[in-house]
């Protein structure tokens, strides 16, 4: 009997969730806010919060991101996605905002994997197919936003762990 699609999903996510555990164990705010390049984006204080660099349009350069900035930019897509997936519709990106951690923010982003995996354990082979949902402008089956998010979470936590090893490295000199 073939592995249901929605059980190869779960066990994507289960690896991407892993990959996520490994990079964010012994994460600290001066790492996750060290800025790596002359141009970077980050999460900065401002009044009562924290602003994040954004534009609409890329720049060039493009800004090398901070961990910081990672961890919110997941925690960006990852909101949008579950609200347009599963329910509640998306929030306005400047509504999603920075924790003020790098504790926070990993706590946040374990929070969102666990409300993912849980909507996602719910799902039939066929709501994968008959769903459709519009994630950032594009209508497409729930199954290829669902694989969309596992891969994107792989992308951007391989990027944190670049710029953990680069941290580190230039640390150590």
């Not at 073939?2 to 059980?7: G, L």
């Not at 964010?24 to 602003?51: N, T």
Request: glycine fraction near 10%; charged fraction near 20%.
């Amino acid at each position: 009997m073939p592995t249901p699609r929605a059980a190869l999903l779960l066990h994507q996510l289960d690896l991407a969730g892993a990959l996520l555990e490994y990079h964010l164990d012994g994460l600290g705010d001066a790492e996750c806010l060290w800025e790596p390049s002359p141009v970077s984006w980050s999460v900065r204080p401002e009044g009562p919060g924290w602003a994040v660099d954004w534009a609409d349009a890329e720049p060039d350069p493009v800004p090398t991101p901070t961990i910081a900035w990672l961890m919110w930019h997941i925690g960006y897509w990852w909101t949008t996605a579950a609200g347009e997936c599963f329910g509640g519709g998306a929030p306005a990106r400047a509504e999603i905002a920075w924790p003020g951690s790098a504790g926070a923010a990993a706590g946040w982003l374990r929070g969102l994997l666990a409300a993912w995996r849980a909507r996602l354990a719910e799902v039939t082979d066929e709501e994968l197919d008959t769903r459709t949902v519009r994630l950032f402008g594009l209508e497409q089956p729930l199954a290829q936003a669902a694989a969309w998010v596992s891969v994107e979470l792989v992308k951007n936590v391989a990027e944190i762990g670049s710029l953990r090893l680069l941290h580190a490295a230039r640390s150590a000199r």
